[in-house]
Every structure is written in structure tokens, then in C-alpha cells.
């Protein structure tokens, strides 16, 4: 569904439905479709719909974009030139080195984009804020943090970086909303960053969503025996670019 209307009316429309349905999109697409009554909502959180000026346009070449963004921090990192870096929630010290590496290289150059989760997530928003900006891409409502392990970060990033979610405050995340998230970051990026995945990993879900949108996989390669990188591994051998240590010094330049 697309929806390119603006104004104060459709931005009362929206929001009323977001609150009213969790922000769940099918409900909120059936609901405009229909024309559902709707009234004023009080809401305390920032936000943008489909339409606003500040709403990315990147996000429209998705089959399904978000209607609604609940955003904290600055909304203007959604119109830059962004990586998405993307992985394991169970990180090795490999994994974890590289990623790092990785996020703190491109990060001088692009707004590092990820998902807030335990794992690579983590670390690449953690390595990218150092000197650059990144994206947090939220599963759950936009106040509610998961992991809660992840307290200090998302405190930090919602200052001077951004969280967004499509979903309002008090949401609590559910197993399909972190697949449907995907698409989001996969859209906002002009690359995706794969550091770690196994084989049957929700990692692959966000590059099959890039993929889609004609997006480039760059990928760091694993032992044949480390079943933690098999995915990052058959990603290469589907035609994933692959990141070697000599790639790294100009990583910035080739990706």
C-alpha cells in the first residue's frame, strides 16, 4: 500500500491507529483503507508518517513501508548516507573484533545503521558512536529496550544518534516484529555488513530483504570448521563480496 498524503488530518489519522493497533502495519493499512473513525491522541513521543518532510525517502522503495516512525534523537541522520552492519546476537571474539574494526572504519564516513540487539548489533553501535553517528532500528515499542542489557547504550544514542521504531511506546516485542523491522534497516543502507551469522540466523532475513532491494552484501569470512560464521560463509559463496584484512584500510572507499 502507498500512501503519500500529508497535513495535520493524516498525521492525527495515522497516529490514532498506530496507538490504537501496537503499530501493527496490516491493521493500520486496513484502517486508512477504510476510512476508520479516528480522534485526536495525545502522544509525548516524537514521530513522523509517511509523507513528512523528514520522513526518508529511501523507505519508499519498500513493498511495505512504515507508516509511522516514533523517533528519539536526531531525525536528520535518517536523510544521510548510511551502512547497515548486522549479526549474531551470540558473538565471538572474532566476530566481536571485526565488527568493531569494521564499524569504527566506516563510520567515519557513513551513519552506522543496526538493530539494538545483544550480539554484533550492540557492537557495532557502541564502536560507531565513538567518533561517528548511528541508527538504532527497534523491534519493540520505542521506549521499551531490549535487551534491558542495552540500557546505558540506548540511553546515549537517543541523545545525539537516533532510535526509530514503527511501534509506540509500551509495545512489547514480539517474535515476528524483529524479521518485519528488517526491512527497514535494510532499506535506510546503501550496503549491508554481514560480521557474523550461522547458517539458519534472523541476519539472513535482513540480507534477503537487501537483496531485494538490489543492495550490496559485503561479508567477513569464517573457518570452514566455525559453525557460528556457515552463514557469513554461504553468503560468499552466493556471490557476497567478501572483506579481507587488506580491505580494511580503504574499506570506506570500496563498499
Known amino acids: 500500500m502507498r500512501l503519500y498524503l500529508n497535513g495535520d488530518c493524516m498525521r492525527e489519522r495515522i ?14 493499512a486496513k484502517a486508512i483503507l477504510n476510512k476508520e473513525s479516528y480522534k485526536k491522541a ?3 513521543d516524537n514521530f513522523i508518517i509517511i509523507g513528512d518532510k523528514d520522513y526518508p525517502k ?30 549474531s546476537r551470540k558473538m565471538t571474539l572474532y566476530g566481536k573484533k571485526y565488527t568493531n574494526q569494521i564499524a569504527s572504519i566506516l563510520s567515519n564516513k557513513y551513519v552506522i545503521v543496526s538493530g539494538l540487539a545483544a550480539g554484533v548489533d550492540s557492537e557495532a553501535h557502541k564502536s560507531s558512536i565513538i567518533k561517528g553517528k548511528s541508527i538504532a532500528v527497534l523491534g519493540s515499542g520505542i521506549n521499551y529496550i531490549y535487551p534491558k542489557s542495552n540500557t546505558n547504550l540506548y540511553n546515549y544514542m537517543q541523545k545525539d544518534n537516533l532510535i526509530i521504531s514503527e511501534y509506540p511506546n509500551g509495545v ?4 515476528y516484529y524483529f524479521p518485519f523491522r528488517n526491512r527497514i534497516i535494510a532499506a535506510l543502507s546503501k550496503s549491508v555488513v554481514v560480521t557474523q551469522a550461522a547458517l539458519r540466523s534472523g541476519t539472513m532475513l535482513t540480507v534477503n530483504e537487501a537483496l531485494e532491494l538490489n543492495k550490496d552484501i559485503y561479508v567477513l569470512p569464517y573457518s570452514i570448521e566455525d559453525s557460528a560464521g556457515s552463514g557469513c560463509n554461504y553468503l560468499i559463496q ?3 563480496n567478501i572483506i579481507l584484512i587488506e580491505d580494511l584500510i580503504d574499506l570506506c572507499n570500496n563498499i
Open 238 to 240: 552466493q556471490g557476497a
Open 15 to 28: 497516529l490514532y491507529y498506530a496507538l490504537k493497533y501496537d503499530g501493527d502495519y496490516n491493521k493500520i
Open 172 to 175: 512489547v516485542p514480539k517474535p
Open 42 to 44: 495525545n502522544c509525548k
Open 58 to 87: 529511501k523507505l519508499l522503495s519498500l513493498k511495505k513501508p512504515p507508516f509511522i516512525l516514533f523517533y528519539k534523537g536526531d531525525i536528520k541522520l535518517l536523510k544521510k548516507e548510511a551502512v547497515a552492519i548486522v549479526g
